[in-house]
């Protein structure tokens, strides 16, 4: 390190890493609450204190490594207290520990302009301590709050989070690079100009990750606005699929009424006794069906059943819809909807009536939720990559249904596996179970 400048006090660093994970935390969605919380953060608070304080006389090549475990304390500091996705977590330790550094550095570099001399009472310099830590820090809380979900649920892909560790890192390293060695071509000479680089670096990574953060909001409302439009598309797709609805229960109801005039004509007890065992039937066939426990699922299901029907297909269907039930109605719509459409195209395409067979099912297996499409499939399946070889002319476009399935369900967590069983085509879908922590 350099010796030009006295380093900031590790007390003083492992304060700001604090004071930073509580700004982050405040607004999230809490798994620990009450004294739980308070307890478990002032033990966060002890222990990142006496890990910096005894890293302290270190050789300069465990630095970094003692960086990156401080900043690893702050994961499990923010992850533990929070419901959040591991991705989540990691995302806001970024953002917490590049505002500590940049709060830090500030203080610090004001503290060092008052005393130049290093002559300061410690009340002095407890008092400047936590004018402009309390300052900054409620500024940085005022700004955020407005902009973090209460669950935090942004939907950080790896990518992303990537992305926001490679501009921590590079936000990290060049604020500090001066610390190391004066002789790069990007280190500051005299001591005020260190300090205003490393202050300055530091204030300019956390405004990019702030600018970040709100860009990542307009494509969460953006997202949310095509939801609702697609919803709303749903609403008229089921208004037309009521009509046909009626269209069919019309031609069902002329049925009966011709095999009622069967019925009193018909004199074999034998005879008559089966015609009403068809009748009841039939009738128990639009009683029992999709009542899963789901209403999004069971209307899903119906309008596919009647499309089915009106086809020639058969379309059965075992499922816990209760088991969705924390599953956003677009990506059960998603889901259900795309992988019911592949197989009903695919279906059509069958010559023998009998043989266009599509089942479903939903059901817990082992803490997870399996989703199984199946229907009956000719030839041999062949892959390109882990999506079917498409049969249309327009490959450019093929598997966007199956790429939208497996987008939703790995918000989730989940996986998706294609394969075939016999004569089978079967789509399995793997969730976890999400079980609700207790505080």
Same mark, same amino acid.
């Given at each position: 390190?350099? /010796?030009v400048l006295?380093?900031?006090?590790?007390m003083?660093?492992?304060?700001?890493?604090w004071?930073a994970?509580?700004?982050?935390?405040?607004?999230?969605?809490k798994?620990?609450?009450?004294w /739980?919380?308070i307890a478990?953060?002032?033990?966060f608070?002890?222990?990142?204190a006496?890990?910096?304080?005894?890293?302290?006389?270190?050789?300069?090549?465990?630095?970094?490594?003692?960086?990156?475990a401080?900043i690893?304390?702050? &994961?499990?500091?923010?992850? *533990?207290?929070?419901?959040? !996705?591991?991705q989540e977590?990691?995302y806001?330790?970024?953002?917490?520990f590049?505002?500590?550094?940049f709060?830090?550095?500030?203080e610090?570099?004001?503290h060092v302009?008052?005393w130049?001399?290093? @002559?300061?009472?410690v009340?002095?310099e407890?008092?400047?301590?936590?004018l402009?830590?309390?300052a900054? &820090?409620?500024?940085?809380?005022?700004l955020?709050?407005? @902009?973090?979900l209460e669950d935090?649920?942004?939907n950080i892909?790896?990518r992303?989070?990537?992305? *926001?560790v490679i501009i921590g890192?590079?936000v990290f390293?060049? /604020?500090?690079?001066?610390?190391? /060695?004066?002789?790069t071509?990007? !280190?500051?000479?005299?001591?005020q100009e260190i300090?205003?680089?490393r202050?300055l670096?530091?204030?300019?990574g956390f405004?990019?990750?702030?600018?970040?953060?709100?860009?990542r909001n307009?494509?969460?409302i953006?997202?949310?606005l095509k939801?609702? @439009?697609?919803i709303?598309? @749903?609403?008229?797709?089921q208004?037309?699929q009521?009509k046909?609805?009626?269209?069919l229960?019309n031609y069902?109801?002329?049925?009966?009424?011709?095999?009622i005039i069967?019925?009193?004509?018909?004199?074999?007890t034998?005879?008559?006794?089966?015609?009403?065992?068809?009748m009841?039937?039939e009738i128990?066939?639009?009683?029992a069906?999709?009542?899963?426990g789901?209403h999004v699922l069971?209307?899903?299901l119906?309008?596919?059943?009647m499309?089915c029907?009106?086809n020639?297909?058969?379309?059965?269907c075992?499922?816990d819809g !209760?088991l969705?039930d924390?599953?956003?109605?677009i990506?059960i719509?998603?889901?259900?909807?795309n992988a019911?459409?592949?197989? #009903?195209?695919y279906?059509q395409? #069958?010559?023998?009536?009998?043989?266009?067979l599509?089942?479903?099912?939903?059901f817990e297996q082992?803490?997870?939720?399996? #989703?199984?499409f199946?229907?009956?499939?000719?030839?041999k399946l062949e892959l390109?990559?882990?999506l079917?070889?498409?049969?249309?002319?327009?490959? &450019?476009?093929h598997?966007?249904?199956l790429?939208?399935i497996?987008?939703s369900v790995?918000?989730y967590g989940?996986v998706? !596996?294609i394969?075939?069983q016999?004569?089978w085509?079967?789509?399995k879908?793997l969730?976890p179970?999400?079980h609700?922590s207790?505080?």
């Amino acid at each position: 390190m350099n /010796s030009v400048l006295p380093e900031i006090p590790r007390m003083y660093t492992a304060l700001a890493e604090w004071f930073a994970c509580v700004v982050y935390i405040l607004p999230l969605k809490k798994q620990l609450k009450g004294w /739980s919380l308070i307890a478990f953060s002032c033990g966060f608070f002890i222990v990142q204190a006496l890990f910096l304080m005894l890293t302290k006389n270190l050789p300069i090549y465990f630095w970094i490594p003692c960086m990156i475990a401080a900043i690893g304390m702050m &994961f499990f500091f923010i992850y *533990t207290s929070c419901n959040i !996705s591991i991705q989540e977590a990691g995302y806001f330790s970024v953002r917490a520990f590049v505002a500590a550094e940049f709060v830090a550095s500030l203080e610090w570099q004001v503290h060092v302009f008052i005393w130049q001399d290093g @002559h300061a009472s410690v009340l002095e310099e407890i008092l400047l301590l936590f004018l402009i830590y309390g300052a900054s &820090f409620a500024i940085i809380w005022l700004l955020e709050k407005r @902009h973090i979900l209460e669950d935090g649920k942004l939907n950080i892909k790896p990518r992303e989070l990537w992305s *926001t560790v490679i501009i921590g890192a590079a936000v990290f390293g060049i /604020s500090n690079l001066s610390f190391i /060695s004066t002789q790069t071509p990007f !280190s500051g000479q005299y001591a005020q100009e260190i300090l205003n680089i490393r202050t300055l670096v530091d204030l300019g990574g956390f405004a990019i990750l702030y600018a970040y953060h709100i860009q990542r909001n307009e494509l969460r409302i953006r997202h949310e606005l095509k939801a609702v @439009h697609n919803i709303l598309q @749903h609403q008229y797709s089921q208004y037309q699929q009521s009509k046909e609805s009626i269209e069919l229960i019309n031609y069902k109801y002329h049925d009966l009424k011709n095999q009622i005039i069967a019925l009193r004509a018909e004199e074999d007890t034998e005879k008559r006794n089966a015609y009403l065992k068809k009748m009841e039937d039939e009738i128990k066939f639009f009683e029992a069906q999709n009542k899963t426990g789901n209403h999004v699922l069971d209307t899903l299901l119906a309008s596919k059943n009647m499309y089915c029907i009106k086809n020639g297909i058969t379309l059965t269907c075992v499922a816990d819809g !209760s088991l969705l039930d924390d599953t956003d109605v677009i990506d059960i719509c998603t889901i259900f909807g795309n992988a019911l459409d592949n197989a #009903i195209e695919y279906e059509q395409r #069958i010559e023998e009536a009998e043989k266009r067979l599509i089942h479903v099912s939903v059901f817990e297996q082992k803490g997870f939720i399996m #989703i199984r499409f199946e229907n009956y499939f000719e030839g041999k399946l062949e892959l390109d990559g882990d999506l079917p070889v498409t049969t249309k002319t327009d490959t &450019f476009n093929h598997g966007y249904g199956l790429k939208s399935i497996r987008y939703s369900v790995e918000k989730y967590g989940g996986v998706v !596996s294609i394969g075939q069983q016999d004569n089978w085509f079967e789509l399995k879908i793997l969730i976890p179970i999400k079980h609700k922590s207790v505080s």
